[in-house]
Every structure is written in structure tokens, then in C-alpha cells.
């Protein structure tokens, strides 16, 4: 039964994949590189799928444990084929320099960071690898319709990752599931840890949401019956894996997400747009104070199925002080928890820390007050950038609803979570949303129902490209 299950699990995948390949004819073969990157920082290293994909647990630091020669030979040939391949169709490299200061003023700053960093050498490969993302990114961005690929990467992988998770879950626990330090049962799916498994379901669901929203004719009205059949498989799906992996994070940031892509009139104003985007932003400094507003967190917290110390999480910040980092210039790129910083913490709890379970944390550690203000600068600056395509009738498309959606997410996501300037699925689609470059002009096709759009007509998505700024 488990390998028949797995078998017709397979063939529903990619008989799935099959269909929309023929659906998105405009996308190239090209963006199966970026595709590849996806479905493995979306579920496990490739070293752990070439052994067998059985996940064996590590008591090294962080930022020791051994790295795998298959992993850097696959990294290395994903970023030097997306180099590749976007050098060759003529992308304009010094364009998206120039058009996203932020961003290279933050790397720039975590790139001078190896200069004080007790691992130069570590946190050099690092930080190449991590900013060879914008290689892969170029590649989608250097596609016909670059929004179509986008989208097609993300469903495909989706099409994939969900239902094997189901299936790794109910008939292939060794795989499918994975134990806490205290013994208890994580349900992890295709993945190596519970909140990772909310994270592709709360990626790959935003981007399902705005595919459908994409294929419909402009000014159609909502209808449940015109959602396809398998957008609304993978959604309960998604569900389904929400509930199994207790990640609340990730459910909290789903439905988040689907508001900000789904809203529109008035909902669409820029005074809307700038006091979320504020809140927001003041948000992760709100719970560093946690204990002072107690009555008014506790109750949140509490209906999010937390507590005021996040899951233990404030414990570990309180164990950072001045004497484990510099508070101004910190330890430099991703070298903390493999220094002396974060062996005086570990020694102090007992216990292996990977990392502070909050995105601001980890920046703070390593790059100090200065990289925080750095991150709070790119995080303005292109929140401003998106905010000025958004508006009652200015957004054609729901490109940029998604695109503010994934900063918003990502700002909160953060909070309880590691994932900026970490290469993984929620930083490398927070990137890509945040880039700015001009995409070509897509004049709007025909108008048809939706559901002859997606069964006679396979590459009709209506899509609207944004005027090449």
C-alpha cells in the first residue's frame, strides 16, 4: 500500500507539472534551474536525498557542521548556470544593480562584515552564495513573461512538494517525521523540521492564490466553482499540513498573505499601504518588549497557541549581552553561533542553539546595530518602491499585491523565525519580490471565461506586465 501510494502520488504530481507546461508555453526550459533550487531548499539538502533522504540528527554548532561536497557542487552549478544562462539571453546586470541600491547596500555592508569575523573564510562562502541568488533571479527576470515563470516555478514545485509530504507523513514516517529534544513528534513531510513544512505550504500557497487571481478574465466576479479543481486539491492540501505541523507562524502568515494579494478598492490606498507597512515594521520591536505589555500580548499570543516567551525563544535572547557580541558592528556574516559568542551561549543553556530563532536577532548578531539599521533601510526603501505601483486602478495585475503580501510576510515571519539573508525558500522568494527591474511590455489578451481559458487555451493566463520604469 505505501508504495502504490507513492507511486500514484508521483504520477499525480507530474501529471500536474505535465499540464501546466503546456498550459505556460511561454515559459522556457530556463527556469527549471531556479526550479531545481526551489525543491531542494524547499524540502532537504541534495547530500540527504543522495543518501537515502532519512534526516540524521547533529550535535555540532551551527556553523560546524560539516558541509557536504555534493551540496556545494550543486549549489555551485545552480548559481553558475543561472549566471550563465541570463549572461547569454543579454540581461542588463549593471540595470539591476542600479535599480536596487538597498539591496546591494546591504550586502555590501555583510561582504566588509568578513573583515571582523572570527571565520573569514566561512562566512566569505557564505555570503557568495547567498548573493548568487540575484543570479538565479535574473534568470526568471530574463524570461518573455517573467511573471508567467515566477509563477509557473513556485505551482510546480507546489504540484510536487505538498502532496509527498501527505504521503511521507501517513505511510513513510522514518521520512515524513522527526523527533524534538524533548521526544516529541514533529511532522515534517518532505522537509527536516515542522516550521519548515508551514513555510512551503505559506510560499507555495500565496503563489497559488495569485495564479488563480492571475486567470481570471479582468472584472470577473469570485466564484467557487470556477477555481480549477487542482488549485483547490493543493489548497485543502496545504491545510491539511498547516493543521499536522503546528506551525502557527506560518498559518498566521498564510492568511496574512492571501488578504494582502485577495483586497482591492479602497483597501488599495497608499495611507492603507503605508500604516501596514509601519505597523508592521514596529511590530518586531513590540515583542522585544513583551514583558512590559504582558496584558496586552498575553491574550494574542495566547490565541495563537503561544506564549510570551514564544516557545522558549526569549530565553535564548536573553542569553546574548555585550559580552557574546559587538553591539555595534557584531561578529560579522553568519559566524556567531560558530564563534565564541555562540559557545558561551550554548554552554550557558545546555543545549545546541542553530540559531536565535528570530530573523533580527541573527542580523543584530551579525552585523550589529549597524546591520540592523541597514535591514530597516532596505526594508523601507522597497516597500516605498512597491507601495508606488499600488493604488486603486494602478495595479493591472496582482503582481505587486503579491510582492508587498511577501515584505509584510516576511517582516512578520521574522519575528519567530531565522530566514533573512538565510538561503532558503522564504528569503530567496522575500528577494525576488524586492527586487526592482524593469519588465517588458505583455499587452493584455482577450478576455475569456476562465475555465475555457485553462482547458483550450494552455498559455492564456492574462497577464499585464508593469511599464518599464
Same mark, same amino acid.
Given at each position: 500500500?505505501?508504495?502504490?501510494?507513492?507511486?500514484?502520488?508521483?504520477?499525480?504530481?507530474?501529471?500536474?507539472?505535465?499540464?501546466?507546461?503546456?498550459?505556460?508555453?511561454?515559459?522556457?526550459?530556463?527556469?527549471?534551474?531556479?526550479?531545481?533550487?526551489?525543491?531542494?531548499?524547499?524540502?532537504?539538502?541534495?547530500?540527504?536525498?543522495?543518501?537515502?533522504?532519512?534526516?540524521?540528527?547533529?550535535?555540532?554548532?551551527?556553523?560546524?557542521?560539516?558541509?557536504?561536497?555534493?551540496?556545494?557542487?550543486?549549489?555551485?552549478?545552480?548559481?553558475?548556470?543561472?549566471?550563465?544562462?541570463?549572461?547569454?539571453?543579454?540581461?542588463?546586470?549593471?540595470?539591476?544593480?542600479?535599480?536596487?541600491?538597498?539591496?546591494?547596500?546591504?550586502?555590501?555592508?555583510?561582504?566588509?562584515?568578513?573583515?571582523?569575523?572570527?571565520?573569514?573564510?566561512?562566512?566569505?562562502?557564505?555570503?557568495?552564495?547567498?548573493?548568487?541568488? =540575484?543570479?538565479?533571479?535574473?534568470?526568471?527576470?530574463?524570461?518573455?513573461?517573467?511573471?508567467?515563470?515566477?509563477?509557473?516555478?513556485?505551482?510546480?514545485?507546489?504540484?510536487?512538494?505538498?502532496?509527498?509530504?501527505?504521503?511521507?507523513?501517513?505511510?513513510?514516517?522514518?521520512?515524513?517525521?522527526?523527533?524534538?529534544?524533548?521526544?516529541?513528534?514533529? =511532522? @515534517?513531510?518532505?522537509?527536516?523540521?515542522?516550521?519548515?513544512?508551514?513555510?512551503?505550504?505559506?510560499?507555495? @500557497?500565496?503563489?497559488?492564490?495569485?495564479?488563480?487571481?492571475?486567470?481570471?478574465?479582468?472584472?470577473?466576479?469570485?466564484?467557487?466553482?470556477?477555481?480549477?479543481?487542482?488549485?483547490?486539491?493543493?489548497?485543502?492540501?496545504?491545510?491539511?499540513?498547516?493543521?499536522?505541523?503546528?506551525?502557527?507562524?506560518?498559518?498566521?502568515?498564510?492568511?496574512?498573505?492571501?488578504?494582502?494579494?485577495?483586497?482591492?478598492?479602497?483597501?488599495?490606498?497608499?495611507?492603507?499601504?503605508?500604516?501596514?507597512?509601519?505597523?508592521?515594521?514596529?511590530?518586531?520591536?513590540?515583542?522585544?518588549?513583551?514583558?512590559?505589555?504582558?496584558?496586552?500580548?498575553?491574550?494574542?499570543?495566547?490565541?495563537?497557541?503561544?506564549?510570551?516567551?514564544?516557545?522558549?525563544?526569549?530565553?535564548?535572547?536573553?542569553?546574548?549581552?555585550?559580552?557574546?557580541?559587538?553591539?555595534?558592528?557584531?561578529?560579522?556574516?553568519?559566524?556567531?553561533?560558530?564563534?565564541?559568542?555562540?559557545?558561551?551561549?550554548?554552554?550557558?543553556?545546555?543545549?545546541?542553539?542553530?540559531?536565535?530563532?528570530?530573523?533580527?536577532?541573527?542580523?543584530?548578531?551579525?552585523?550589529?546595530?549597524?546591520?540592523?539599521?541597514?535591514?530597516?533601510?532596505?526594508?523601507?526603501?522597497?516597500?516605498?518602491?512597491?507601495?508606488?505601483?499600488?493604488?486603486?486602478?494602478?495595479?493591472?495585475?496582482?503582481?505587486?499585491?503579491?510582492?508587498?503580501?511577501?515584505?509584510?510576510?516576511?517582516?512578520?515571519?521574522?519575528?519567530?523565525?531565522?530566514?533573512?539573508?538565510?538561503?532558503?525558500?522564504?528569503?530567496?522568494?522575500?528577494?525576488?519580490?524586492?527586487?526592482?527591474?524593469?519588465?517588458?511590455?505583455?499587452? =493584455?489578451?482577450?478576455?475569456?471565461?476562465?475555465?475555457?481559458?485553462?482547458?483550450?487555451?494552455?498559455?492564456?493566463?492574462?497577464?499585464?506586465?508593469?511599464?518599464?520604469?
Amino acid at each position: 500500500m505505501p508504495t502504490f501510494t507513492l507511486a500514484a502520488s508521483l504520477t499525480f504530481s507530474f501529471f500536474l507539472i505535465w499540464r501546466d507546461c503546456r498550459r505556460r508555453k511561454t515559459v522556457s526550459a530556463r527556469v527549471w534551474v531556479p526550479t531545481m533550487l526551489i525543491l531542494i531548499l524547499g524540502s532537504r539538502p541534495a547530500s540527504i536525498w543522495a543518501s537515502g533522504g532519512t534526516i540524521h540528527a547533529s550535535t555540532e554548532m551551527a556553523n560546524d557542521v560539516a558541509t557536504s561536497s555534493i551540496d556545494q557542487m550543486f549549489y555551485f552549478s545552480v548559481l553558475a548556470s543561472s549566471l550563465i544562462l541570463a549572461s547569454r539571453k543579454g540581461f542588463k546586470w549593471g540595470k539591476l544593480f542600479a535599480s536596487n541600491p538597498a539591496i546591494m547596500l546591504f550586502y555590501l555592508y555583510f561582504a566588509i562584515s568578513i573583515m571582523w569575523s572570527s571565520d573569514p573564510i566561512g562566512s566569505t562562502k557564505r555570503i557568495i552564495k547567498d548573493f548568487g541568488l =540575484l543570479f538565479v533571479i535574473a534568470v526568471v527576470l530574463s524570461e518573455k513573461e517573467p511573471l508567467q515563470a515566477m509563477r509557473a516555478i513556485y505551482v510546480r514545485c507546489g504540484f510536487l512538494l505538498l502532496p509527498l509530504s501527505i504521503v511521507f507523513i501517513k505511510y513513510f514516517p522514518v521520512y515524513g517525521r522527526s523527533y524534538g529534544i524533548a521526544g516529541d513528534v514533529m =511532522l @515534517t513531510g518532505v522537509t527536516t523540521q515542522k516550521n519548515s513544512l508551514g513555510e512551503i505550504v505559506l510560499i507555495f @500557497t500565496l503563489f497559488m492564490v495569485w495564479d488563480y487571481l492571475e486567470s481570471r478574465p479582468p472584472g470577473a466576479k469570485f466564484r467557487i466553482g470556477k477555481i480549477p479543481w487542482e488549485i483547490v486539491i493543493l489548497l485543502v492540501i496545504g491545510a491539511q499540513l498547516l493543521n499536522l505541523s503546528q506551525s502557527k507562524t506560518a498559518l498566521m502568515c498564510t492568511l496574512v498573505g492571501t488578504l494582502l494579494i485577495c483586497r482591492s478598492g479602497w483597501l488599495m490606498s497608499k495611507p492603507i499601504n503605508i500604516a501596514i507597512l509601519g505597523a508592521t515594521l514596529f511590530v518586531p520591536y513590540f515583542v522585544f518588549f513583551a514583558e512590559q505589555f504582558a496584558s496586552i500580548l498575553g491574550p494574542l499570543t495566547e490565541a495563537m497557541g503561544r506564549n510570551l516567551t514564544f516557545t522558549g525563544r526569549t530565553d535564548i535572547w536573553k542569553h546574548i549581552s555585550l559580552n557574546t557580541v559587538n553591539p555595534i558592528i557584531g561578529s560579522g556574516y553568519w559566524n556567531f553561533w560558530g564563534g565564541p559568542g555562540g559557545y558561551a551561549v550554548n554552554e550557558s543553556m545546555h543545549a545546541i542553539i542553530p540559531n536565535a530563532h528570530n530573523g533580527y536577532v541573527d542580523l543584530f548578531l551579525d552585523g550589529g546595530i549597524t546591520g540592523l539599521c541597514i535591514l530597516v533601510i532596505m526594508l523601507t526603501a522597497c516597500g516605498y518602491n512597491i507601495m508606488s505601483h499600488l493604488g486603486p486602478g494602478r495595479d493591472k495585475t496582482h503582481y505587486h499585491r503579491a510582492r508587498f503580501a511577501f515584505l509584510i510576510v516576511a517582516i512578520i515571519y521574522n519575528i519567530s523565525e531565522s530566514t533573512f539573508a538565510r538561503m532558503g525558500p522564504i528569503w530567496f522568494t522575500t528577494l525576488m519580490m524586492l527586487v526592482e527591474f524593469p519588465l517588458p511590455k505583455v499587452s =493584455l489578451r482577450k478576455a475569456q471565461p476562465a475555465i475555457v481559458q485553462r482547458e483550450k487555451m494552455p498559455d492564456v493566463h492574462t497577464e499585464s506586465m508593469l511599464v518599464a520604469r
